[in-house]
């Protein structure tokens, strides 16, 4: 085998194109990773790669998700035979960036046709050498007939004893093997499970900010279910942000080995998240893993993954459909669009706030043309400062012009917004301030000064209880430790929920033991009452009741003195307020 392509297979009809080629030249190819019956998907990719010359990575942004590819790009590194390449404009992964890629995003449809395509095939070269012609395709005919004659004739003049040792060397090899199998890998000798058998639930979440938040709701939810024992894993939320937690992986590594380990709830933040998940796949457990962050599926690699995930909350996906629709609305209605977006220079992968930024205006076609109208457009802002993006009169302009302004970060960001512009001390604001999910950050604001209620409205998924679930014991529980369900206790009631299906779902499970198998079984196929509603987990593991999307559109106006919040009915309603003089 001359050369094994990795390749992302959401993209197998551009990789095509490559393999074509090299096959074509007459290189010896794998990369049809449609395995026939019976075959071991593992052990097939495993003994391709072992042959291959060269490993070709195509980076992309759907491979650069995907944990095969990684680990593919992974045995090309560790053999010094990887020849990456790029058919999208896309930051590659840590650890394959010292190797350069060669570009061929300028012909991304087909890459063979990219400038750099030669550039590529003499670095190919280097490792897999020239290509053999007498491999590439011939068509039927005298010369096949005549190759086929000079091999029989070949064949024929061979000692028997050549012929024949490499089959008596493959049946010694097998009977060696079946001796080894029948005296070390007999049922008998298996080793048991060594770990504790108490049933675990781990929580991740930050150790300040809204992760204290999280870790008073799941707790709560499960302090009066003595037979499942609950472990915090903290760091504080800049570490998250950065990857910056070696203390908290090795603590998870060492849980997962010596522990029943059922559920994870968590990671809250979604650049962590990945590296949370690949903990799990490489500890061989399949806890549940009910994630709290927002990140959306493509950016999680969660569609590649094995994993068995779940979210009670909605995500960037639900998010990015509202806000494009509140873009459309609003441009249709007169109302230019403001985007504030976090980022940290310097970091080579995107933040939250990029990526939800990104997937709001994937859905939207017209950007681009909005954009040259000068009817939307977008601030960059380094996290945690925002202020000193609005240092400058122009820049503090927008918050007294007829816009709708969405902030796409952290709650943080949002309360020094408020605080600086939308108090009641300041003139009145035109421009309107929204956010998603910044609940308990307009809550804390509000117990210190008054705010402008009718300029800031948050997005939320957690709206009010229904009757059925306010009084269900859990939801009187709620009620007692936290109060009356309400976008301010959003946190607390989404982790809450968490630990609710997995109690409810261990106690659908009869006397049997508590394992982490069983626990997916019961989330995969029941519902379950939570305090915000009805949680019914979908094939994809989102959830489908109230919690799983937003309530309503454009959904919560914060107005303490309107029974504390305000649902906004519409657009127009916005715009009223917005008008208004």
């Known amino acids: 085998m001359d050369i094994f392509i990795s390749y992302a297979r959401a993209d197998r009809e551009r990789v095509k194109f490559i393999a074509g080629h090299l096959i074509s ?120 007939e005549s190759h086929a004659t000079a091999s029989k004739t070949t064949s024929a003049q061979t000692p028997a004893w050549k012929r024949y040792w490499p089959i008596a060397f493959g049946v010694t090899a097998l009977l060696a093997f079946a001796a080894f199998a029948i005296q070390f890998i007999s049922p008998d000798s298996l080793r048991p499970d060594t770990r504790d058998q108490t049933p675990m639930v781990l929580g991740i979440y930050p150790s300040d900010s809204f992760g204290v938040n999280m870790r008073d709701g799941l707790r709560e939810s499960l302090a009066d279910y003595p037979a499942i024992v609950v472990r915090d894993l903290e760091v504080p939320l800049d570490d998250m942000k950065n990857r910056n937690a070696p203390g908290l992986i090795e603590e998870l590594e060492k849980y997962l080995a010596n522990n029943n380990v059922i559920a994870i709830v968590g990671p809250a933040i979604t650049e962590f998240t990945p590296e949370v998940l690949r903990t799990v796949e490489q500890s061989g457990q399949e806890p549940a893993i009910i994630l709290t962050t927002a990140g959306s599926r493509k950016d999680l690699g969660w569609d590649d993954s094995s994993l068995p995930i779940f979210r009670v909350g909605s995500g960037v996906d639900e998010r990015a459909a509202q806000f494009a629709e509140l873009a459309t609305t609003s441009i249709e209605n007169g109302l230019d669009i403001v985007f504030m977006v976090e980022s940290v220079p310097g970091q080579a992968e995107l933040t939250y706030g990029e990526l939800f930024f990104r997937r709001v ?24 400062e925002i202020m000193q993006s609005l240092s400058q009169p122009r820049q503090k302009r927008i918050f007294d012009e007829d816009k709708i302004i969405i902030l796409l970060g952290l709650a943080g960001d949002y309360r020094a917004l408020v605080e600086n512009f939308y108090t009641t001390d300041v003139p009145s604001r035109r421009a309107l301030l929204g956010g998603a999910v910044i609940s308990f950050s307009l809550s804390a604001i509000d117990d210190q000064e008054l705010i402008q209620h009718d300029r800031i409205f948050d997005m939320t998924d957690v709206f009010q209880s229904s009757p059925e679930s306010a009084n269900l014991p859990d939801g009187r529980r709620f009620r007692e ?66 919690a799983g999307g937003l309530q309503g559109f454009y959904n919560v106006q914060y107005d303490p003195v309107m029974a504390g919040w305000q649902q906004v009915e519409n657009l127009q309603d916005l715009m009223a307020a917005s008008t208004a003089e």
């Open 481 to 546: 430790i936290f109060g009356v369900l309400s976008p301010r206790w959003r946190l607390e009631a989404v982790a809450y929920d968490s630990g609710l299906v997995i109690k409810q779902a261990i106690g659908n499970m009869g006397a049997d033991a508590i394992t982490a198998e069983k626990l997916v079984d019961q989330l995969r196929s029941e519902s379950f009452d939570g305090v915000t509603g009805e949680i019914t987990f979908t094939p994809s593991g989102q959830n489908s009741g109230p």
């Open 361 to 384: 205006t994937e859905r939207l076609p017209e950007w681009s043309q909005w954009y040259r109208e000068g009817r939307v457009r977008s601030i960059d802002f380094r996290r945690g």
């Open 25 to 144: 030249s007459g290189y010896s190819v794998w990369w049809d990773r449609d395995i026939r019956p019976g075959e071991e998907f593992d052990e097939v990719i495993d003994k391709a790669i072992l042959r291959s010359k060269a490993i070709v990575v195509v980076w992309s942004e759907n491979s650069i998700k995907s944990r095969w590819v990684k680990e593919e790009a992974e045995d090309g590194l560790a053999a010094d035979i990887l020849v990456p390449v790029t058919i999208d404009s896309v930051t590659i992964p840590r650890g394959f960036r010292r190797i350069q890629a060669a570009p061929l995003e300028d012909s991304p449809q087909d890459p063979t046709q990219s400038e750099h395509w030669p550039e590529f095939l003499s670095t190919l070269q280097e490792l897999a050498g020239p290509p053999n012609k007498e491999h590439s395709p011939r068509p039927v005919g005298s010369n096949n």
